[in-house]
């Protein structure tokens, strides 16, 4: 009764339109306060939620994606991907989404790519004769192959609720986004064919071999982040700090477009966001605390497998319930509170935390995208001065896609485990 109550404020708290993070401590709070227990719990829950030296890599991975934003890197992996592919019938919609796959080497969150990319790619497809709504959905869409690929922030966070090695996770989201950048530069093809959209000119060999060499500081940081955390030289929080100065000397010295009037800037964007990521950790902390002291992980494994205990169908039942909630809740908040009531499940049927964790991100990954919160299908819309509706109109062909690809990684552990299982 009581886990209802809290479920029901959170619910009601998201739809008069409080900040999700916001909406966990006050539905927290509301809980607490009928059930007599000491507020003295809500900091020690939320700093025991926090107080995780991995959890500091999140400011540093986004302070370093700042700097080579700001450093000109954007622009860079846009003329690259449109050099190699830009020729090609509906070639700015396949830039799109080959500089998202570029791009997720330096974010590490979906948001970051929509907004960074989003600003650039958008007006220039809509310029060329592509609908806005198609514009927009390749955008938004595109933007969830990067939190598949390092450095991302929700694998950061999966490695800390399952104590598994982030390097892990960082492989195993590799082979399912590459799978999920090649599912969308078909269908952007497809489409882009049948509407007859245009193509670009064939770039010289050397054009293409300049625009490489423009983007290659940028792309090589991931293999920096993968190097050094399987090489055992530093630890995800350490190659986030030697990314952070990385950075600096690409924006700096090599790119000489990183300017110190900029850095207040960058510095208080970095801490807004670090803030925002942080606060929200440690309220859904606090919710998850008071899920597992009402024995919800209990109930949800016990009701899912009172259903079946097919693990086919298991599977699936969970698959249904992520996409779900990843068109309501912010993707950190649902990983802090979901993982560990999922996770026994999960088990149950012999997947992998590694494997579980892909599965999980990739899901909510998809819902960024998905009305009524995805906040990846709002920034691409306004960027393209779309209604949503025509938006999601355009997206249903990449949701089929994205839908396919999340299927086959969760019904073929390989996918996932085959990389990691290389460097053990």
Not at 3 to 17: D, N, P
Not at 351 to 360: K, N, S, T, W, Y
Request: hydrophobic share 60%; aromatic share 10%; with cysteine.
């Amino acid at each position: 009764m009581m886990a209802l109550l809290l479920v029901g404020a959170f619910l009601f708290f998201i739809i008069i339109g409080i900040p999700i993070a916001f909406s966990l401590g006050i539905a927290s709070l509301l809980y607490l306060l009928i059930a007599g227990i000491p507020l003295t719990v809500i900091p020690q829950t939320m700093f025991a939620g926090i107080d995780s030296f991995v959890l500091l890599a999140i400011p540093a991975f986004i302070l370093a994606g700042n700097l080579m934003n700001a450093g000109g890197i954007t622009t860079r992996i846009i003329d690259f991907a449109n050099a190699v592919v830009g020729h090609i019938r509906g070639g700015l919609g396949l830039t799109n989404v080959a500089s998202s796959l570029g791009f997720a080497g330096i974010s590490g969150t979906a948001l970051s790519d929509t907004a960074s990319i989003g600003s650039v790619m958008i007006p220039a497809m809509k310029k060329e004769g592509y609908g806005p709504g198609f514009s927009a959905a390749v955008t938004s869409i595109s933007s969830t192959v990067g939190p598949m690929l390092p450095p991302s922030l929700p694998m950061i966070i999966i490695g800390t609720l399952a104590s598994v090695s982030i390097g892990d996770l960082f492989l195993a989201g590799a082979i399912p986004g590459i799978l999920l950048a090649l599912g969308f530069l078909i269908v952007t093809y497809v489409i882009s064919v049948k509407r007859n959209y245009p193509k670009g000119d064939r770039q010289p060999l050397p054009v293409v071999v300049k625009s490489f060499f423009g983007a290659f500081w940028a792309l090589l940081m991931v293999i920096i982040i993968l190097w050094g955390i399987l090489g055992g030289y530093f630890t995800p929080t350490e190659a986030a700090v030697v990314v952070v100065i990385y950075a600096l000397v690409i924006g700096g010295l090599v790119y000489r477009e990183l300017n110190l009037r900029e850095m207040p800037a960058i510095l208080v964007n970095t801490l807004s966001s670090t803030a925002s990521i942080i606060l929200l950790v440690g309220f859904a902390n606090l919710f998850g605390w008071i899920l597992v002291s009402e024995g919800v992980p209990l109930l949800v494994a016990d009701g899912i497998l009172s259903i079946t205990e097919n693990g086919f169908f298991v599977i699936l039942l969970i698959i249904i319930l992520l996409l779900i909630v990843g068109m309501f809740m912010e993707t950190i908040a649902a990983l802090v509170i979901l993982f560990p009531v999922l996770m026994p499940v999960a088990s149950s049927v012999g997947m992998d935390p590694v494997h579980f964790g892909v599965v999980m991100v990739l899901a909510l990954m998809i819902g960024l995208s998905s009305p009524p919160v995805g906040v990846c299908l709002f920034v691409a819309s306004s960027f393209a001065k779309v209604p949503i509706g025509k938006t999601v109109k355009e997206l249903m062909p990449f949701f089929v896609v994205a839908i396919f690809v999340l299927l086959l990684v969760a019904y073929i552990p390989s996918l996932s485990l085959f990389l990691p299982g290389l460097f053990e």
